[in-house]
């Protein structure tokens, strides 16, 4: 069988995706690399995690998870069934908290359970020379999910999103030592880094699809003795609208009139992206009749023309 990604990250199969976000953020902290050390296990464990969060938190990849559970339990009750861990290949896991100094061995591959000891890793050999602690270390690039209004995503905009990251201690300026007693930093214990709140601003292109993940350069995690900052990664997902649906470049309005102004006709007042606006209901019109308004829906190749506003009537019941 493939990774039970909901043990891993101690859920239920029926858990929300709200409460398998929150559990991810709790395990994510605990065994983040910069809170233990840089310790090998824990990073495995991390990376494993956040495996198990990437496929959970997507519907169309859980839904192919979930299909892929049931029939490798079914493969397992048949005769001549090859059971456990045959047919499944299982999923990669994401980038999100990766160190950019090892971005060249991103195989995959973590098969051992995320909370099973791992073997510690043999003594370097003698001819081998241990990493320098000083040497520039590149910061861990960060990802996260950021929620946006629909208007923002169709149009374009600007939003401020503010999230936790590591940053070189300011008391000693990032060398772990107080320079006045030779001793461990008390901020920082000595692990040259604290974990500070930070506030940007995001610009958000116009017309941005959703589920698509924007990088800011240099945003992330800050590198140790020098190194580059890390990554900033966002990955947008649009606020579903108490009246707008957007479908492509176009956006869908449900209004509702009433049975005289469907008969007879006149005017009615839609709410648009960021305006509102009059238009002429025509008379004799039925439910499910669209009033389509050119150039009025979401960006198109980030804002140089845009999609259609349609309005599809509903006539109330008398």
């Known amino acids: ?66 299909q892929d559970r049931v029939y490798e339990r079914s493969r397992e009750t048949q005769p001549g069934g090859r059971g456990p861990g045959s047919g499944f290949k299982g999923y990669g896991y994401s980038d999100f908290g990766s160190n950019r100094s090892n971005r060249s061995n991103r195989s995959g591959g973590f098969h051992q359970d995320p909370f099973e000891g791992a073997r ?69 214990g000595g692990k040259k880094q604290v974990i500070k709140s930070v506030t ?5 292109p116009p017309g941005v699809a959703d589920q698509y993940t924007l990088k800011l350069d240099q945003k992330g995690g800050d590198g140790k003795n020098g190194g580059p900052p890390g990554d900033l990664h966002l990955k947008i997902c649009t606020i579903k609208h108490p009246t707008l649906k957007r479908v492509m470049n176009d956006i869908y309005s449900e209004v509702f009139i009433s049975r005289e102004l469907a008969e007879e006709g006149g005017p009615v007042e839609v709410e648009m992206l960021n305006s509102t606006k009059t238009i002429q209901v025509e008379e004799g019109t039925l439910t499910g009749e669209e009033f389509r308004i050119s150039g009025q829906g979401a960006a198109i190749l980030w804002g140089k023309k845009r999609g259609d506003f349609i309005v599809r009537f509903h006539v109330e019941e008398t």
């Not at 629909?150 to 999230?163: F, N, Q, R």
């Open 1 to 66: 069988m493939a990774r039970n990604y909901y043990k891993i990250l101690g859920v239920t199969a029926k858990a929300t995706a709200k409460e398998i976000k929150k559990k991810y953020r709790t395990l994510a902290l605990k065994y983040h690399p910069d809170t233990n050390n840089n310790s090998k296990q824990a990073e495995d464990r991390f990376k494993i995690i956040a495996e198990a969060y990437e496929v959970l938190s997507n519907d169309k990849k859980r839904a192919t998870y979930d």
């Open 200 to 204: 940007i601003e995001v610009k958000i």
């Open 120 to 188: 510690r890793p043999p003594p370097p050999r003698e001819e081998e020379q241990a990493p320098d602690p000083n040497a520039p270390t590149a910061g861990f690039d960060l990802q996260f999910m950021v929620d946006v209004d629909l208007p923002t995503v169709a149009l374009g905009g600007k939003i401020t999103y503010s999230y936790d990251k590591y940053v070189n201690c300011a008391d000693c300026a990032g060398s772990g030592v107080d320079e006045e007693t030779e001793k461990p930093c008390e901020e920082c």
